[in-house]
Nanobody, 124 residues
Framework: VQLQASGGGLVQAGGSLRLSCAASGLTFSTYAVGWFRQAPGKEREFVAAITWSGGRDYDDSVKGRFTISRANAKNTGYLQMNSLKPEDTAVYYC???????????????????WGQGTQVTVSS
């Protein structure tokens, strides 16, 4: 299984970025896709996830600003990030897991496959 994250960059506060996660080596449509981030000196944290059937979960810190989606025909997941803040600065990682999993409180712990990160830097 390979996951390739892209789309990071440098943006001013209030700006937008769209991250992409291209997957191969798995039946993409049957897996949940997740995004996590890790800021310098901090632990990796959950950002958002979408189940195989389209159920969505967001961390409170990004609700209303970030949107997770998927395009199964392209084996790709996306994270649209709007109204970015300096505190969103981190390395963002995409992940896949939870085959046929439903949206519930355990979803965030079901990610087995990880891609390399993409850097997002938000300047004030």
């Amino acid at each position: 299984v390979q996951l390739q994250a892209s789309g990071g960059g440098l943006v001013q506060a209030g700006g937008s970025l769209r991250l992409s996660c291209a997957a191969s080596g798995l039946t993409f449509s049957t897996y949940a896709v997740g995004w996590f981030r890790q800021a310098p000196g901090k632990e990796r944290e959950f950002v958002a996830a979408i189940t195989w059937s389209g159920g969505r979960d967001y961390d409170d810190s990004v609700k209303g600003r970030f949107t997770i989606s998927r395009a199964n025909a392209k084996n790709t997941g996306y994270l649209q990030m709007n109204s970015l803040k300096p505190e969103d600065t981190a390395v963002y990682y995409c992940a896949a897991g939870g085959q046929y999993a439903s949206y519930d409180s355990t979803l965030r712990s079901k990610f087995d496959y990880w891609g390399q990160g993409t850097q997002v830097t938000v300047s004030s």
